[in-house]
C-alpha cells in the first residue's frame, strides 16, 4: 500500500506546469492547486508554504491578492478589503462593523490636555454663538458636506469633541461661579430688608 501511494504522490508531482490545464491536484507535500484554464491565466490555489502559512493565489500569480468569496480581499500590498475589492488602507470595510470594543490611539501631545493649562484662549460665547450663525456648525468641528465627502477619522474626531467638552466645562464653571455672585448678592439684599 505505501508503495502505491509512494508512486500516486510522485506521479502528482510530475503533473503539467500549474495553470496550463484544468485540474485538481495535490503536490505530496502540503500544497493543494485548482486550475481552470477557462476562468483565465494562472488558475487558483492553497498553499501551505515552508513558513506554516496558508496562502490562497488569486490569478496564479499573485497580481489580484487573495479572494476569499465574493467579500473578502488581501491586495498583494497588504490591504484588506471585505465588502470591496479595493481596499485603500490595510483595513477598508464596506458595510457596517459590530465590534466590543475600538481602540484608536493618538500621540499624547495632541490630546487636548492643554484647553486647562495657564494661557489658553477660549472663544467667548457671544463669538462662538456669531461663528455657529455664519458657520453652521461649532469651530473645529467639519461640516456635514466635508463629513459625507472625506469621512471622518474617530481619533481625530474624538480629540475634537473632547475639546469641545472640556471648552463647555470652563464656560459652565464660569457660569457657575457668575451664578454664585449674583446669588450671594440676592441673599445680601434679601437679609438687609
Known amino acids: 500500500m505505501n508503495k502505491v501511494i509512494t508512486f500516486l504522490a510522485a506521479s502528482l508531482i510530475v503533473a503539467p506546469a500549474y495553470g496550463q ?16 484554464i477557462e476562468r483565465g491565466k494562472g ?38 478589503g471585505i465588502g470591496t475589492s479595493t481596499p485603500q488602507d490595510k483595513l477598508s470595510v464596506k458595510g457596517k462593523i459590530r465590534a466590543e470594543e475600538i481602540k484608536v490611539t493618538v500621540a499624547a501631545v495632541d490630546w487636548p490636555d492643554y484647553v486647562f493649562k495657564a494661557g489658553y484662549t477660549i ?16 469651530p473645529d468641528v467639519p461640516n456635514a458636506a466635508e463629513v459625507e465627502k472625506d469621512g471622518v477619522s474617530l481619533g ?3 480629540k475634537v469633541l473632547l475639546k469641545k467638552i472640556e471648552e463647555m466645562t470652563l464656560h459652565l464653571i464660569e457660569k457657575d ?9 440676592l441673599e445680601k439684599l434679601e437679609s438687609a430688608k
Request: aromatic fraction near 14%; include cysteine.
Open 21 to 36: 490545464v484544468n485540474e485538481f491536484r495535490y503536490d505530496g507535500f502540503a500544497d493543494v492547486f485548482f486550475s481552470c
Open 43 to 80: 488558475g487558483r490555489a492553497f498553499v501551505h508554504d515552508a513558513n506554516n502559512i496558508l496562502t490562497i493565489n488569486y490569478e496564479g500569480d499573485f497580481t489580484n491578492g487573495v479572494k476569499i468569496g465574493n467579500s473578502f480581499w488581501v491586495t498583494n500590498n497588504g490591504n484588506t
Open 123 to 138: 472663544l467667548s460665547l457671544p463669538e462662538i454663538e456669531k461663528y455657529i450663525q455664519k458657520n453652521g456648525h461649532l
Open 156 to 158: 481625530a474626531m474624538n
Open 177 to 185: 461661579k457668575i451664578i454664585n455672585q449674583v446669588m450671594e448678592r
